[in-house]
Nanobody
Framework: QVQLVESGGGLVQAGGSLRLSCAASGTMLSINGMGWFRQAPGKQRELVAT???????TYVDSVKGRFTISRDNAKNTVYLQMNSLKPEDTAVYYC????????WGQGTQVTVSS
């Protein structure tokens, strides 16, 4: 069973930055995909960014140029550097990893004030 521990959420003013981290443990298998999703109140969960084990990345259009996803394979950890944050980035951010099947973190709140 894979456990995911997220950290780094919080309250920030528009234009500010936050860095999310998610550490995976409990598996000896290689972690394929890692990434972040988010869910704002009243909205569906949406993909924010993903990264493969080889470092290929994808981003939702709304965060391109502002967010950067990275991973440390030795530590089984994925990061999301969020710059130039906007109020519309406010959401609960969920870590995601793919190890045979999908696993989700408990979520961390990101609130961007205007």
């Amino acid at each position: 069973q894979v456990q995911l521990v997220e950290s780094g959420g919080g309250l920030v003013q528009a234009g500010g930055s936050l860095r999310l981290s998610c550490a995976a443990s409990g598996t000896m298998l290689s972690i394929n995909g890692m990434g972040w999703f988010r869910q704002a109140p009243g909205k569906q969960r949406e993909l924010v960014a993903t990264i493969t084990s080889s470092g290929s990345t994808t981003y939702v259009d709304s965060v391109k140029g502002r967010f950067t996803i990275s991973r440390d394979n030795a530590k089984n950890t994925v990061y999301l550097q969020m710059n130039s944050l906007k109020p519309e980035d406010t959401a609960v951010y969920y870590c995601w990893v793919l190890v045979v099947r999908n696993y989700w973190g408990q979520g961390t709140q990101v609130t961007v004030s205007s």
